[in-house]
Structure formats: C-alpha cells, structure tokens
C-alpha cells in the first residue's frame, strides 16, 4: 500500500545521466527523509552505448552501475522502507532485474523487483541498432501498486520516474491532467540530478552564493502535494543552493514552446508559477495540463559510419598561413589517395595570444574531422596523410595526440508511432504481466499564440556595451540535431529589456553559427524567460560528433559572453 495519502510524496533523484556522481544513492538514502528515490540513466547517447554493449552481449544492455550502487543501497533503502524506482534498464530491463533479484539474495534482502516493457520498437525500425518508444509513468504505478520495493525500466521518459510513483500514490488516473503535468513539471526539475541544486549554473559566481559549496552540490528532490503542486529541495546541509533561478535554468533545459508534451499528459510550462518557500525550497505550483498527443516519441539510434579527429597545433606567429600550409598538403593527399572521405571538416580555433608567456597560450589548434560509411576511408588515408607530414610542413609541426584508426560513431533520430500500438507492460516480482494501455484521450499539439510582450524600457536611456551575461542567465542543450537554449532574468525591469532586444534576428547576429538555420523563439513571461529552438546545429545528433560542442553544452553561455547595448539601469 502507499504511503498515506494526505503527506506529501517526497521523490529524491540520485543519477542525472549514466556515470554521474556514485555515492549519490547512499547520500540520498542517509541524508534525510524519502518516499522514494529515482535515477535516470539514459540519454540519446547512452542507449547507443548500450546498444554496442548489448552487441557484444546479448545479456547485458542496461547500466551496470546502477547494479553496484545497489549493493549497499538496497539494503539502506530496505530499511527505511524507501522504493528505487530506475530506468537504468535502458535495452535490457528483463535483464536488469533478474540481476538485482541475484544481488539480493546474495546481500540478504528480501525485495519484489518489478520491470517495464514494451518500449523496444527495434524491429519496426530496419537498420537501427536501437529504437525504443518514450513511455509514461503509469506502468511505473501499475508496479508500485503491485507491492514492487524496486522498479527497473527501459525508455521512459525523464519525468516519468516521477509521475509514475505520483500516481501510485495519490492515485490519479489518466484525466487528471492539472496534476499530472504538475508532477511531469516536478519530474524534469529533478531529472539532471544537480543541475537544479547549483550545477551548471549560470551565476554561480553571484556574490549572494558566498560561502555555499559548490564543490558536491546535493541532489534535488520534490515533495509533491495531491493537487500536483511541489517543493523542490534537497537534504539539509549538503552542498549548493535551491533557489528560483536554479530551478528556472532545469525548467529551459532542453524543453521547446509553452507545451511540454510527454505519453502522460501535455504540460502547459507558459502555467507554471515559482516562489521562494524558505532556505533551498522553492514552490512549484498553477501548472495547468492537457491531454497527450496521440502518439509516441520513439528514438532511433543506429551506426551511422567512421569517423577520425586530428588537432594540429600551430604555435607563434603565422597562425594563418600555418594552417593554411597543413590543410593544402591533406587535401593534396587526400587526392593522391584511392578514396577521398566523404566528409571532411576544418576549424581553427584562435586559442593563441601574442607575447605569450607560455608556448600553450601562444598555440591555436587546427582540428581535421573526417566522416565516411567505409572504416578505410578514415583510417590509414586520414593518419599516413597527417604522420607523413610531420617534418616537411609547418614550423613547429606536432599534433595533440597520435592519429589513429578511426572510430565508428552513431546517429540519433526522432520518429513518432501510435501511442495504442505500443504494447506498455508492467512485469511484476512473480512474472504476471499487466497491460498499460494508452492514456484515453488524446490531443494533437499545436503552438501556442505568442503571449503579449511587456512595455519595453524609455527609449532613450543611456546603455553600455557589456557581456549579455551580466544581466541574463542562460543553459542550453540538445535534442537530436537541434539545439536549446533558454535565456532567463531575474527582475521585471530586466524582462522588459530582454524581450524587446533578444529577438531571433538579435540571436542570430550575436550567434553566427546559426545564421542559416531555423531558429524559433518561445516566450514564458512567468518565468521571464525565452526559449529559443536552433533547428540543425548538432547534425545527426550527439553521438555523430559533429561539432566542436556537440551536445550544445556551452552555447547558451557563448551567447552570455557576446557583448550587446545594456540599459545602464539594470548594470
């Protein structure tokens, strides 16, 4: 049975992506009260990483490390009577829980290990290594209520390891829209694990941090009310803060337009309201919801050719003819050569100062990327061209690193199938299957009408030129090929501002990169912020490795640093 239905459910997350910090689960465990605790496992490059595990194996394909964690942690979790709820089961969850029943026994705990199924849709998808549909949270509850003390899943989406204990414990169906996408709000706030306690945060240097540590910020989690309402915080001293800026920097994280729409239900984010409830807590609540679209993301995930890097540095003085010297003398191989990669990329990086008192700081780096469907095509042709230059080129010639074979790298894409031809199963500890059926009403998205901008600030007043920064926080990040970057304020005076000057013209000036692109731009005054969509810039998605910062990490803090007129009001 759940918990009692008139105390909050207080859900903690202990993993925001495969490899995040080990000891999170026994911190979580240990360091105050739980209901529940979650960890997300998975992102668009680990179910390619799994995949090429599961190659080599056919019984692996989940998160081993999820495994290791348990080893002490299920015994913790046991004793405080707290439920682990994961999705490290990434291609594999069958698998994964038949190896936490065997460390069970082999621990001395006596748990009920339930999984989820159904997300693999690998055999509709000829060529793709993996493609698995993004499933919501009610097989989640459908175990829970089944009695599971742990519930090991496959693709679900990221808020699910949330709405899915939400709903075992209040008991919500498949209608009660408002508060599901409340706990779906919930969901994504805790997903990045501390990404939402102070991790990655743009004004983490503010002089109101002083004295915090930053060194290992503490996990997040929620204490979720009946009507979808939450607190997010974290165990009482550990490291970071929670404030509303944290908590707005994760709401942007690779999130698009006013609806946020997931197998669960559709959140309206243009509806959430954030308030500061005391030290670390900020309240989450007005989150209105809609019915889920009618069908189901699914990712696909295949082998999409080689690829091999070489980064030539080019020191002191001559940068240009430098590189222009090394890259006339590839290409000349590569034309002397049988084949020519059927991708091949430049860029220099000006990473070099005159005068330098260092020969790093005098260096700038050249970076060859080459792609192609044949392994040979990268391998030899692209290391003999660069090793059989070395002393007849350049100056100062040396590379960062021996060039080597060639690796394979991996193509991420989107497709959409029907939500009811997704066979949704929850396995419970005594091998009953429980079909999960699709939520049962749905609603086509379609864009919100931009709501009305603020007054703009009195023409005329007096600007300076300064870093865009210093006034507004950004983070960004990816979503197959396309790129997120979410741009917040923090005062009325300063959304005034920036909702008249960061315009999509504005951004693609201060952003060359995406001058050619398909940029859209979504306003949230709530949280006076804006939300732009970079359609493109990523290529094939993460693993393909296609840009210099190819999950799009640091785009939103390149835009922080480029310098724009500010009203001196707000300086």
Known sequence: MPPAESAPLRIGNASGFYGDRFDAVREMLTGGELDVLTGDYLAELTMLILGRDRMKD???????????????????????????????????????????????????????????????????????????????????????DAGADVVVTGRVTDAALVTGPAQWHFGWGPEDHDALAGAVVAGHVLECGTQATGGNYAFFADGRYAGRDLRRPGFPL????????????????????????????????????????????????????????????????????????????????RLGGWRNEVVFVLTGLDIDAKARLVREQIEDAFARAESRPAEVRW???????????????????????????????????????????????????????????????????????????????????????LPVPAAPRSRALEPVPE??????????????????????????????????????????????WLAHELTVERLRELLPETAGLTVVRHVLPHLRALNFTVEGLLGEGVAAQARFDPQAKGLGEWLRARHVDIPESLL
């Open 58 to 144: 056919p019984r692996l394909g989940y998160a081993r490390t999820f495994l290791r964690q348990l080893e002490e942690g299920l015994g913790l979790a046991h004793e405080r009577g707290v439920r682990i709820v994961a999705n490290a089961g990434g291609l594999n969850p069958s698998g994964l829980a038949d190896a936490v029943r065997e460390l069970a026994a082999r621990v001395g705990v006596s748990v009920r290990v339930a999984h989820v199924e159904g997300d693999d849709l690998t055999d509709r998808f000829p060529g793709a290594l993996a493609a698995n549909a993004y499933l919501g949270g009610a097989g989640i509850a459908a175990c829970l």
């Open 222 to 301: 929620a204490e979720l009310h009946a009507d979808g309402s939450s607190v997010i915080t974290k165990h009482p001293g550990t490291g970071g803060f929670v404030d509303i800026g944290t908590v707005t920097a994760q709401l942007l994280y690779e999130t698009g337009g006013a609806r946020y729409a997931g197998p669960d239900v559709t959140a309206r984010l243009d509806s959430v309201r954030l308030a500061q409830d005391g030290p670390d807590r900020v309240r989450v609540s007005g989150v209105r919801g809609e019915a889920p679209p009618p069908e189901l993301k699914a990712g696909l995930n």
């Open 347 to 433: 860029e220099l990086a000006r990473t070099d100062r005159p005068d330098a008192a260092t020969e790093e700081t005098a260096s700038a780096l050249l970076r060859l990327v080459v792609r192609d469907p044949d392994a040979e095509a990268v391998g030899r042709v692209v290391s003999g061209a660069a090793v059989e230059t070395a002393l007849g080129s350049y100056p100062g010639f040396h590379v960062t690193a021996p060039p080597g074979k060639g690796a394979p790298y991996g193509v991420f894409e989107a497709a959409y199938v029907d939500a009811g031809s997704v066979a949704h199963t929850a396995v419970l500890d005594d091998g009953r299957r």
């Open 451 to 496: 709501p009305p901008l603020p007054e703009p600030p009195p023409a005329g007043a007096a600007t300076r030129r300064a870093p865009l920064g210093l006034v507004a926080g950004a983070r960004s990040g990816d979503k197959g090929g396309d790129a997120n970057i979410g741009v917040w304020v923090r005062t009325d005076d300063e959304w005034r």
